[in-house]
């Protein structure tokens, strides 16, 4: 990806931080965070030095986003 110019902060997920060591680079910088890949949306585990992925789940259909009707599946 190349880096472009920006006028305004660029926009920013929130990346919560997770306790624990990169089974890859041994780096305790683990962030979990929302994903879009080929698949769709995951929600990861991903060492913030190397990019390896420590855990990936399905996430919502939508990632972050979430749909009321998706949260009011259960009472159906
Ligand atoms: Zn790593």
Request: proline share 8%.
């Amino acid at each position: 990806m190349t880096r472009q110019r920006t006028t305004s902060p660029a926009l920013t997920l929130q990346r919560e931080p997770v306790a624990g060591l990169c089974p890859a680079c041994a780096s305790a910088s683990l962030s979990r965070y929302p994903v879009n890949s080929e698949g769709g949306w995951f929600n990861t585990v991903k060492c913030q030095n190397c990019l390896h992925s420590v855990e990936r789940e399905r996430a919502p259909r939508l990632g972050p986003i979430q749909l009321i009707s998706d949260t009011i599946k259960d009472a159906v």
